[in-house]
């Protein structure tokens, strides 16, 4: 199946400093890339969609000043997690699929962010 | 009332016998329909897909999917021990909308 990579696979950062995460699709041009967040024991829910050359779509409910999402190529979507607090502790996953409205969605590794 | 619903479980079962996981969704123009298995601590991995009504077996794994009954099912046959994992049903209602369920927590007992 298509490759996604994410780095980094684990951040500790301390309260009030911005988290960047990659999300790069290895093997294939992603127009469109998904960001998720997962807690613990708990589904993963979606953030937003970040599609490339355009501004991102966030779901209800996240603030888009504070989860940044750039979109800059066809293989690479990046989150920042600007000034992190504890409760944005969470596990951070993109995912990507090759094809435009069907097929399925592959998963980077995940990013798993601790906030001191 | 949740889009996608699972029975969190956990849900044990001997290896060697088989794993029924079950999935139930609320949008009824929903069109794809993925299981994806998680070991803890890590990311999602596809399993299987299914569109159209009836079964798809790949390997071990057969999904089901009633979209009278608005139902999705996946059975695991010879379970092993390495089969240990969550495994999340998740649904496509729309061209990028996927919703997912909790989860089911599935622990083959050696």
């Known amino acids: 199946g298509a490759v996604v990579s994410q780095h980094p696979s684990r951040v500790i950062c301390k309260s009030g400093t911005s988290v960047k995460i990659e999300c790069r699709s290895l093997d294939f041009q992603a127009t469109t890339m998904f960001w998720y967040r997962q807690f613990p024991k708990q589904s993963l829910m979606l953030m937003a969609t970040?599609?490339?050359?355009?501004?991102?779509?966030?779901e209800q409910g996240v603030e888009k000043d504070k989860f940044l999402i750039n979109h800059a190529s066809l293989t690479l979507s990046t989150l920042t997690v600007t000034s992190a607090h504890p409760e944005d502790s969470s596990f951070y996953i993109c995912?990507?699929?090759?094809?435009?409205?069907?097929?399925?969605?592959?998963f980077g590794e995940g990013s798993r962010l601790t906030v001191l | 009332q949740k889009e996608v619903e699972q029975n969190s479980g956990p849900l044990s079962v001997p290896e060697g016998a088989i794993a029924s996981l079950n999935c139930t969704y609320s949008d009824r123009g929903s069109q794809s329909f993925f299981w994806y298995r998680q070991y803890s601590g890590k990311s999602p991995e596809l399993i299987m897909f299914?569109?159209?009504?009836g079964d798809k077996e790949d390997g071990r794994f057969t999904a089901q999917l009633n979209k009278a009954s608005q139902y999705v099912s996946l059975l695991i046959r010879d379970s092993q021990p390495s089969d240990s994992a969550t495994y999340l049903c998740a649904v496509r209602t729309g061209a990028n909308n996927l919703f997912f369920g909790t989860g089911t927590r599935l622990t083959v007992i050696p």
């Open positions: 970040s599609n490339e050359g355009s501004k991102a779509t966030y």
């Open positions: 995912s990507a699929r090759p094809g435009r409205n069907t097929g399925e969605l592959f």
């Open positions: 299914i569109y159209s009504n």
